[in-house]
């Protein structure tokens, strides 16, 4: 089936679960998403890394609480204007076009995410939304 044939939301209906928001890896945030948390949580740049971010390799992540969630959901995310690129793109990651079946995978801990259309379609999605953020 064509991929016009689909909307965005025909595909991903986010049910604001959080499962997102837990598990190994982090969410990677880059200096345009550190400047707008920042802002936004009305901190210092600096401080917010030292506080609210953990190192992974060289980049900053979000911290994680000892429940395994991002230090920033409690329910719904609290910095969700703000949130970071990552976590917008959600579940129309670059992973799926590199594996199609990663969307599957994802789609196990993920209610909001549809495993019954083809992988031609969610790939066309990735990968328009991959050049609209680029």
């Known amino acids: 089936m064509p991929s016009e044939a689909f909307k965005r939301e025909d595909l991903f209906v986010c049910r604001k679960c959080g499962d997102c928001c837990r598990g190994y890896g982090g969410t990677f945030v880059d200096e345009t998403d550190i400047e707008a948390i920042a802002r936004y949580m009305d901190v210092d740049r600096r401080q917010f890394v030292t506080k609210f971010c953990q190192i992974s390799g060289s980049r900053p992540v979000l911290a ?38 990663n969307w599957d995978i994802m789609a196990a801990s993920c209610p909001g995410m549809r495993t019954d259309v083809p992988a031609s379609v969610i790939r066309d999605w990735i990968e328009k939304g991959l050049a609209e953020s680029a």
């Open 64 to 101: 994680q609480g000892a429940n395994g969630y991002c230090i920033f959901w409690d329910q719904l995310c609290r910095i969700h204007p703000v949130k970071p690129r990552m976590c917008k793109a959600w579940p129309f990651i670059a992973s799926v076009l590199i594996d199609p079946h």
